[in-house]
T-cell receptor, first 108, second 116 residues
């Protein structure tokens, strides 16, 4: 079964707004990673957060991890039209399991 | 940054033929490579994990005789879809890591396979 469940499944916002997507998982993990996928393309790594970390930043991205709730969130601040893509979380134990993904559409 | 090249990007074949997809790490040595399958608007499903010089580890439900994986060198892994059928039509993506499972994966651009 899939490890990560993401919500919302789809999100549509205006340029300049913040976008938040959530990932929940079921078992203990070594780390959790977020990836981005443009339509019909491969995935690009965004950020990795280890199980002993609670928050991490990279540019306009902010990721939090709550291991007690087995959940993570990805916040994209001041979104741009170019951020339109699907975003996946991947939980890492002895293998990677990808979440169901959030399709983000940023309207110009 | 690390680059993974996947080829071809699109292939159309007749039912019953075999198709080979290549995945190359261009500027790093990939100790571990992964093959995924993705259906439209769905997540990635891990098919198999391969380490250079050893047999691939297939996920439950993935037919190893149907999807042949070879990881002959530290920069090249291939996936061969044997005797392809229309239900094998999908988007196949490879990824590579220079430090094995647990670290960042670098993805190829994917291969869209259409079996007629």
């Amino acid at each position: 079964s899939q490890q990560g469940e993401e919500d919302p499944q789809a999100l549509s916002i205006q340029e300049g707004e913040n976008a938040t997507m959530n990932c929940s998982y079921k078992t203990s993990i070594n780390n959790l990673q977020w990836y981005r996928q443009n339509s019909g393309r491969g995935l690009v790594h965004l950020i990795l957060i280890r199980s002993n970390e609670r928050e991490k930043h990279s540019g306009r991205l902010r990721v939090t991890l709550d291991t007690s709730k087995k959940s993570s969130s990805l916040l994209i601040t001041a979104s741009r039209a170019a951020d339109t893509a699907s975003y996946f979380c991947a939980t890492v134990t002895y293998k990677y399991i990808f979440g169901t993904g959030t399709r983000l559409k940023v309207l110009a | 940054g690390a680059v993974v090249s996947q080829h071809p990007s699109w292939v159309i074949c007749k039912s019953g033929t075999s198709v080979k997809i290549e995945c190359r790490s261009l500027d790093f040595q990939a100790t571990t490579m992964f093959w995924y399958r993705q259906f439209p608007k769905q997540s990635l499903m891990l098919m198999a994990t391969s380490n250079e010089g050893s047999k691939a580890t297939y996920e439950q439900g993935v037919e190893k005789d149907k999807f042949l994986i070879n990881h002959a060198s530290l920069t090249l892994s291939t996936l061969t879809v044997t005797s392809a059928h229309p239900e094998d039509s999908s988007f196949y993506i490879c990824s590579a890591s220079d430090r094995g499972v647990g670290n960042i994966q670098y993805f190829g651009a994917g291969t869209r396979l259409s079996v007629l």
